[in-house]
């Protein structure tokens, strides 16, 4: 019997000790899935704007590395998102020199934002080639960070081809294809990845071993999956989309349009149970199953609030790519399995 996460009238959808209940159309409780609450506010650090333009290579020259600040040189291209802010911070943290310039919309050309401790000279689409080619020159061991937008995956990459940067693309979307043929013909290091999160990588990684070694296990099973992002985030989410992959593989039959969007903010705190103050960004994932005869069930979900863990796994993924390149590895195209692999994660 399939259950209807979303239609299912709010007054049967009964809270318990931070348990949300999925109930079936007869009034009785399905399960409880625990929602983990975390109260703990973050502090913001907003952008403050400079309309001063200075050019890249006095800015460079400009900068001054901290004690704490003096790793391998990253560049964080669209660092005034929210991801580009999270990978920043990470990247400090982990001790690597994150250079004071980056990509950004053509409003921002010339203009400086502070982030943290560091100010940032953005530059818009037009001169990128020039920019990168002055940061390259001071930095030849610099690594590319780039959260921009599926519109710019294809460009930005051909650019990092041509100079002969490596780089880690954490944006999604594009042309995948294209994106690939264009590292390979170029013989440039990078890690491509839609998913940045380590955890929720290797948890991927499991379904999918489980899928190619117990095809069919789970045939006859009815699946129920609800998903709450942000409510900007429009589309279903790839995660769910590869898990519910790996489900079709073990015998369950889904069509992914009855994967049940939560985008309302007061669904998702009254519901769902996202924390308030991470309704701008997060990721919850249920996946509920049950036997055909109704007496067994199975409960998959991982809630993420925030961006630490991507922007964690973006740091890995950047580590990792340093040490590749200083080992000369004949691989040159990576994913987050190959960082997960490694085994070297702080």
Request: with cysteine; net charge negative; glycine share 8%.
């Amino acid at each position: 019997m399939a259950i209807s996460l979303l239609k299912t009238p709010t007054s049967v959808l009964h809270r318990n000790h931070n348990q949300l209940a999925f109930v079936s159309r007869e009034g009785r409780a399905m399960s409880f899935v625990p929602i983990s609450q975390n109260n703990n506010r973050r502090s913001r650090s907003f952008p403050i704007v400079s309309m001063a333009a200075t050019p890249v290579q006095t800015f460079l020259e400009k900068s001054v590395p901290s004690s704490q600040n003096t790793g391998h040189p990253i560049m964080v291209n669209a660092c005034t998102g929210k991801m580009g802010k999270a990978v920043i911070e990470a990247a400090q943290a982990a001790g690597l020199h994150v250079v004071p310039v980056s990509f950004g919309l053509e409003e921002e050309s010339g203009k400086t934002f502070q982030i943290g401790e560091i100010e940032f000279l953005v530059h818009g689409p037009s001169d990128r080639e020039s920019v990168l080619a002055s940061v390259l020159d001071k930095y030849p061991d610099l690594i590319v960070v780039d959260y921009t937008a599926p519109t710019a995956v294809n460009g930005n990459a051909e650019l990092y081809c041509k100079l002969g940067v490596p780089f880690v693309m954490g944006t999604t979307g594009g042309d995948r294809e294209l994106l690939r043929k264009t590292v390979e013909d170029a013989k440039v290091y990078a890690v491509i990845s839609p998913q940045m999160g380590k955890q929720v990588v290797a948890f991927l990684a499991a379904m999918e071993i489980m899928a190619e070694q117990f095809p069919g296990a789970f045939s006859g099973y009815s699946l129920q999956v609800l998903e709450s992002h942000q409510a900007g985030k429009a589309d279903a989410s790839g995660t769910a989309k590869a898990v519910i992959s790996c489900f079709e593989k073990l015998g369950v039959s889904f069509n992914m349009d009855e994967i049940q969007l939560i985008r309302d903010p007061k669904q998702q705190l009254e519901m769902v149970g996202v924390p308030e103050e991470h309704l701008a960004g997060h990721a919850f994932h249920m996946y509920h199953l049950t036997s055909p005869d109704e007496t067994v069930s199975f409960e998959f979900q991982h809630n993420v609030c925030g961006r630490s863990i991507y922007a964690e796994g973006t740091v890995d993924a950047a580590l990792f790519l340093a040490k590749k390149i200083e080992s000369k590895d004949q691989k040159r195209i990576y994913n987050m399995i190959d960082v997960l692999r490694e085994g070297n994660m702080r």
